[in-house]
T-cell receptor
Framework: DAGVIQSPRHEVTEMGQEVTLRCKPI?????LFWYRQTMMRGLELLIY????????DSGMPEDRFSAKMPNASFSTLKIQPSEPRDSAVYFC?????????????FGSGTQLSVL | KQEVTQIPAALSVPEGENLVLNCSFT??????LQWFRQDPGKGLTSLLL?????REQTSGRLNASLDKSSGRSTLYIAASQPGDSATYLC?????????????FGQGTRLTINP
């Protein structure tokens, strides 16, 4: 299996622009998670989906952030408008089931820089 | 609110040594604890998962222990190798904040010197 695939690997944009991050989970996994990693705050859960349905989005920092999962093999995280403080590494992760003891498999992340 | 702490933030040891990484958490009501490895510019790789009812898990040269009552876990690496150099993070799956919320520590950056 190719693992969790994220694109782009790097994104540099100017403040105010729209940014869309993409994720393809591992085939057969039905839980998907978006995390953000910064030096100051470490890893933070933004939102997670189970069977394509958003279950908990309490970690989404502001209304500027939105996430969708139109089907089992694709998810997007959108920031509109972007701000310099959104600069971080954004990770997508998936797991086999919505169970408490399932391992998470992470993608390689998208390094976002907002100038 | 669950808080996870990893000490030290960085550790450098010579190749071949056995070493222990520490993780502590403030609330013992957890489902499980996972140890991850993160290489520079890469995502996280799950190393070991210990369920709340378990005391330890082993995989090759890695052994992770869990003392839920005291809020502590350790990751033991035997016969360290330069390839073990990475950042190691622990994370607890917290009951109070919702089962699917993994709360991460800040990690320990490990360097194994040849």
């Amino acid at each position: 299996d190719a693992g969790v695939i994220q694109s782009p690997r790097h994104e540099v944009t100017e403040m105010g622009q729209e940014v869309t991050l993409r994720c393809k989970p591992i085939s057969g996994h039905n839980s998907l998670f978006w995390y953000r990693q910064t030096m100051m705050r470490g890893l933070e859960l933004l939102i997670y989906f189970n069977n394509n349905v958003p279950i908990d989005d309490s970690g989404m920092p502001e209304d500027r952030f939105s996430a969708k999962m139109p089907n089992a093999s694709f998810s997007t995280l959108k920031i509109q408008p972007s701000e310099p403080r959104d600069s971080a590494v954004y990770f997508c992760a998936s797991s086999l089931r919505d169970g408490y003891n399932e391992k998470l498999f992470f993608g390689s992340g998208t390094q976002l820089s907002v100038l | 609110k669950q808080e996870v702490t990893q000490i030290p933030a960085a550790l450098s040891v010579p190749e071949g040594e056995n070493l222990v990484l520490n993780c502590s958490f403030t609330d013992s009501a957890i489902y499980n604890l996972q140890w991850f490895r993160q290489d520079p510019g890469k995502g996280l790789t799950s190393l070991l998962l210990i369920q709340s009812s378990q005391r330890e898990q082993t995989s090759g040269r890695l052994n992770a222990s869990l003392d839920k009552s005291s809020g502590r876990s350790t990751l033991y690496i035997a016969a360290s190798q330069p390839g073990d150099s990475a950042t190691y993070l622990c994370a607890v799956r917290d009951v109070i904040q919702g089962a699917q919320k993994l709360v991460f520590g800040q990690g320990t950056r490990l360097t194994i010197n040849p």
